[in-house]
Every structure is written in C-alpha cells, then in structure tokens.
C-alpha cells in the first residue's frame, strides 16, 4: 500500500527531504504562495507545529507559483515566509499541484483524499501516524480549525 512514506521532495536548501523520515508522525501538506491573500496562515501553521511538534506533528510546505502568487524564486521564498511568519517547518523547493507536470506526492494526496484540482494555494492535507490522509482541508479552512482534528490524530497509535 502506498502511503507519503513513499515520496521525496527537495528543501529549499537543495538538501533532499525523505518523507519516510516522518514515518509514526502526523503530517500536514500544504501547498503555499507567499503572496497570497491566505499567506498569514502560515504564522498560525507555525503555531501548531511549535505547539504540537514535541508530540509527533509535522508540517511540510510545499510553495506553488500555478496561481500566480509566488515570488520570483525560491531562496525569496524562503526568506519571505522566515522574516514574514517565522516558518521554522521545512519547506520544499517549488513544485506544481495540477497538470502534467504535478507533483507525484499532489497527484497522491488527492488521488486519496477523493477530490481532484487543487483549487488554490493553502490547501491542506491532514496525513495520519500511519502515513494515510485523514482529510482534505479546503484554502478557506484555517489552520487553526484544523486543530481537533490534529489532536485527534496524535493520539491515535
């Protein structure tokens, strides 16, 4: 059975990211934009995974310029959503959620989550210990909303 355990990505700092790594960890998967109206949620992300992380979360972001809302490369990036909301979690080199040249880990997450398009930046995915998506977070949700769920699913073995 495939699971996120089963894909890798690239931090901004080229450095490659093993997502067996997060293997018995919660995980959420968002796709970001720095210049989205929806950026500030990248602050609140932040708060739960400095709140959560000692009890198994993680947060990867993974920044996509196919609505148009990125800065020019990835090193702006980085430091945007550093300086702006103190983002701590990793953070991927930027990729694309739809169309032929997606992602394999987008084309995944949707393909289990049971919806297809990603819509627009800051959607959400909400991955169980077991490596599995729990749940599909539409851009409106904000992070904070999502955090019964993320307690829920930190205690579960």
Excluded at 18 to 39: M, Q
Excluded at 78 to 88: I, R, S
Excluded at 89 to 117: C, I, Q, S, W
Aim: glycine residues 6%.
């Amino acid at each position: 059975m495939v699971t996120i355990y089963d894909f890798k990505e690239t931090e901004m700092s080229e450095k490659p990211l093993d997502l067996s790594d997060y293997t018995g960890k919660v995980v959420i998967i968002v796709n970001t934009a720095s210049k989205c109206g929806l950026a500030p949620q990248l602050e609140t992300l932040e708060n739960l995974y400095e709140k959560y992380k000692k009890d198994g979360l993680e947060i990867l972001g993974l920044p996509s310029n196919q609505f148009h809302q990125e800065l020019d490369d990835d090193k702006q990036t980085n430091d945007y959503c550093k300086v702006h909301y103190g983002v701590t979690f990793p953070m991927t080199k930027r990729v694309e959620v739809n169309g032929d040249k997606e992602d394999p880990l987008f084309t995944y997450l949707k393909k289990e989550a049971g919806h297809g398009k990603i819509k627009w930046n800051f959607t959400k995915f909400l991955v169980g210990r077991n490596g599995q998506v729990i749940k599909r977070y539409a851009p409106q949700t904000k992070p904070e909303k999502m955090e019964e769920a993320i307690v829920e699913a930190l205690k579960a073995e």
